[in-house]
Structures are given as structure tokens and as C-alpha cells.
């Protein structure tokens, strides 16, 4: 499903998840950042928090609310919000205390967030027009995810989107589900395989390799 994104005044906004330690140079969503910029005609932004397995039950609103402040510096832009694992989770608590600010795409990377778009949020969100693509990613081996839709990973509040894929969609409510199989919790963003979910990201075409950068 493609979408129309404005060159110049796009921005892509990357949450990570668990276990990031912030300013670490090959932290997914600064790499993340410096490809954008490298090679599309957007801008990027980076959402950074570090949090243990644990203590994640702890400070979640804090980190939502980091997001929801540079959310606020990008109005009148077309914005994109891309989470990995727990930082999909982030953005749903952001999105939800905004009250659905509009979001042309939400990139949902092996999430830890309620799978039940009833739940969610995101049938509401769709419906109303206030978020357009819709893109959840599904890792077939993600052990991490496994752990999370355990009770013990539930009273954690830890939920399991990129396990199961979509609940209880919409009939209004499109998204596009990318599975690959022999993935685990973060493959995505693997060396081998990291252009390729860029590309997947921003919907910049047939995968091509020449004349890319990082």
C-alpha cells in the first residue's frame, strides 16, 4: 500500500526497544537515522531510552512522553513513526495521550504491544482517518516475544503483536503484515538484512543495492 510522503517535509521518527543503551553508534535507530538522510529526500529523528526487561513496567508514560514532545516540533509535517519491540508500545501510549495526532505510517517492528486492534487503539485511529498505513512485522522465530505473551510477561505488561500478528481488525482498518520466518526479535536489523528493512520502511522501491549508502 503505497503513500504519499512530502519531500522536504517528512519526517521519520525511530523508537528502539529493551536493552538500547543511548548514543551507542550501531543502535538500529540512529543507523536508521544517518540512512534516511543518506538516502531519501526526508528527515529523520531518533527516540532514545535505555530500560532493562524489568524495570520496563517502570517510567513507560516518561518515555511516551519524550516522543510526544518531539511530535509537537513537527507540526505541519507528514510524519512517520517506526517502534521496535517495546518502542512500539511507546508510540501507542503516545499516540493514545495526544489524541491521535495525524501519523501517515506506523512501522510496528516485532512489537510488544497489544495485539488486539480494539485494544490498541488502532481500529479507532484508522477509522477516524488519523493514522493512514499501517505495517506490522513479524519475526517467525522471536524468541523474545515468546517470553512476553507468558503470564509472567503479561504482568509485565509486555504485549504480543509481532507474535500473533493483528487481533480483531477492523473492517476499515488496512495493514499490511511482513513475515519473515526464519527471523528472530531483532534480525531486522541485522548487517545482512538492515538496508532491506529501510527500504521496507520508506517504501523506496524495488530492492536495489547500487549507489545506496550505510
Known amino acids: 500500500m503505497p503513500i504519499t510522503l512530502r519531500p522536504g517535509k517528512t519526517v521519520y521518527i525511530l523508537v528502539n526497544g529493551i536493552l538500547t543503551f543511548p548514543g551507542e553508534s550501531d543502535n538500529w535507530n540512529g543507523k536508521g537515522v544517518t540512512w534516511i538522510h543518506l538516502n531519501t529526500p526526508h528527515k529523520a529523528e531518533k527516540i532514545e531510552y535505555f530500560v532493562g526487561p524489568i524495570s520496563r513496567v517502570l517510567g ?3 518515555r511516551s512522553r519524550k516522543l510526544i514532545k518531539t511530535l509537537t516540533y513537527y507540526q505541519g509535517w507528514d510524519i512517520v513513526l517506526v517502534g521496535h519491540s517495546n518502542g512500539c508500545d511507546v508510540i501507542l501510549d503516545a499516540l493514545a495521550e495526544m489524541g ?5 505510517a506506523l512501522h510496528l517492528i516485532s512489537a510488544a504491544c497489544e495485539a488486539d486492534f480494539d485494544k490498541n487503539g488502532l481500529n479507532f485511529s484508522v477509522c477516524f482517518g488519523w493514522v493512514g498505513l499501517v505495517r506490522v512485522y513479524v519475526a517467525g522465530k522471536d524468541w523474545a516475544l515468546k517470553l512476553a505473551d507468558t ?3 503479561k504482568v509485565l505488561g509486555y504485549g504480543s503483536l509481532g507474535k ?6 477492523g473492517k476499515a482498518t488496512p495493514v499490511e503484515t511482513v513475515t519473515e520466518p526464519e527471523f528472530g526479535h531483532s534480525d531486522w536489523f541485522h548487517d545482512d538484512h538492515f538496508a532491506e528493512t529501510m527500504r521496507l520502511l520508506t517504501d523506496s522501491g524495488p530492492l536495489q543495492t547500487q549507489g545506496e549508502q550505510i
Not at 491521535?100 to 501517515?104: M, S, V
Not at 500473533?164 to 481488525?169: A, E, F, R, Y
Request: aromatic share 0%; with cysteine; hydrophobic share 25%.
Open 60 to 62: 513507560q508514560k516518561e
Open 100 to 104: 491521535c495526532p495525524r501519523i501517515e
Open 151 to 153: 503470564v509472567t510477561g
Open 164 to 169: 500473533s500478528g493483528p487481533v480483531n481488525l
